[in-house]
């Protein structure tokens, strides 16, 4: 498929493993509270989770009646790590700096907590390169809900405009697909599922699916304009 980016206006992305490496420091700082708490490691307690809630709101179903106090050990303890470990994808810059040459709005759209993400982005980023960011629990509801999306582009287009060809909606997990599927916005599939729950997007034909940023930059420079 032909990227068409005459009408694009906004492209929304997502931040855990879609612009920011950042699984390594979450796996690491949750093993050791859940090792505080003497629970099994993530890749065991990780099935406790409901996939369609934030990192963050799965703690209860895992920590149970503790859940506030492990997520602020877990807070402090990936704060210290993430700063040495955090990585961006290779191309990722340049796709970022392609929609920027021609003025396409970019917008942070994450179920991640403002605290961290705001801690973390300058390690990778100019935070002047988005012209917004949305994170977990402000919007009405987070992703896979539709609601985060328009809650990210309120006073920048109206609901009943968005289209494919005026927002795309680039993310690693079903759930940012879903979101895009909702609104109408173009789905945009890149990178292998943080959680290993991508299913095969490629077989959905409303599904727009890069193994990297590399071949999504490589489509975009093929772009019609």
Avoid at 126 to 141: N, Q, T, W
Avoid at 156 to 179: F, H
Avoid at 191 to 216: L, M, R, T, Y
């Amino acid at each position: 498929m032909q990227l068409d980016v005459s009408q694009l206006k906004y492209v929304l992305f997502d931040w855990d493993n879609t612009l920011a490496e950042s699984r390594p420091s979450l796996v690491c700082a949750i093993d050791k509270v859940l090792a505080e708490y003497h629970l099994p490691c993530w890749e065991v307690s990780k099935e406790k989770r409901d996939r369609n809630l934030s990192f963050k709101d799965n703690f209860p179903r895992i920590f149970g009646n503790a859940a506030d106090e492990a997520y602020k050990k877990y807070r402090e303890i990936y704060k210290k790590i993430v700063r040495g470990r955090i990585r961006t994808f290779d191309y990722a810059k340049e796709v970022l700096g392609f929609f920027s040459a021609r003025q396409t709005g970019l917008i942070i759209m994450t179920n991640k907590e403002r605290c961290l993400l705001e801690y973390e982005l300058p390690f990778l980023f100019d935070k002047s390169l988005f012209c917004r960011i949305v994170c977990g629990h402000e919007a009405p509801a987070d992703k896979p809900s539709g609601q985060h999306a328009l809650y990210a582009l309120r006073g920048l287009m109206r609901p009943e405009e968005i289209n494919r060809k005026n927002v795309w909606i680039v993310g690693d997990s079903p759930q940012d697909s879903a979101v895009a599927l909702e609104i109408g916005a173009l789905p945009v599939r890149i990178n292998k599922s943080i959680w290993g729950d991508g299913g095969e997007p490629e077989k959905n034909k409303k599904i727009v699916c890069f193994k990297n940023f590399a071949d999504f930059y490589a489509a975009l420079k093929l772009a019609k304009n």
